[in-house]
């Protein structure tokens, strides 16, 4: 198993979300890793948590990653979240993303859940996909 490629794939996610520009009309350049300080804009996508477990085979080392991208909005209803979240699938589903290191053999929607918060006045959909990884470099 190699975690080593947990940077790189998340830097890979959060370049093609913030790109995509149908998230980019929608939530402008919200798109976080890590939550501003301060105000925050009334919709935006965070990249969130992660697990991963090991994934290895005869080729060698290797992990799947489940990460959450969250889309949280102030705006009653869920509509306008389920807008974001369908652009953030499309991005990311099936997506060949360019790893910095390693290699992405395949990226999948795993399961949504969409939840009210702020005593109801604002809506969150977590988002988790399912990332099986490569780590092509030597440990020697």
């Not at 925050?40 to 994934?55: K, L, M």
């Not at 702020?118 to 399912?130: A, H, N, S, V, W």
């Amino acid at each position: 198993m190699s975690y080593a490629v947990s940077a790189a794939l998340q830097s890979a996610v959060f370049a093609a979300v913030a790109s995509d520009i149908a998230v980019s009309d929608a939530v402008g350049d919200a798109v976080y890793d890590a939550l501003p300080s301060g105000a925050v804009p009334s919709i935006y996508v965070a990249i969130g948590p992660e697990t991963v477990r090991a994934a290895d085979d005869k080729t060698g080392d290797g992990a799947e990653h489940r990460f959450t991208v969250s889309v949280v909005t102030e705006v009653p209803g869920f509509f306008a979240a389920k807008e974001v979240a369908g652009h953030v699938c499309d991005v990311l589903h099936d997506a060949d993303l360019s790893l910095d290191r390693g290699r992405l053999v395949s990226l999948r929607f795993d399961r949504a859940r969409a939840v009210k918060i702020d005593k109801g006045q604002g809506r969150r959909i977590d988002l988790t996909f399912r990332a099986r990884t490569e780590d092509n470099q030597s440990t020697i």
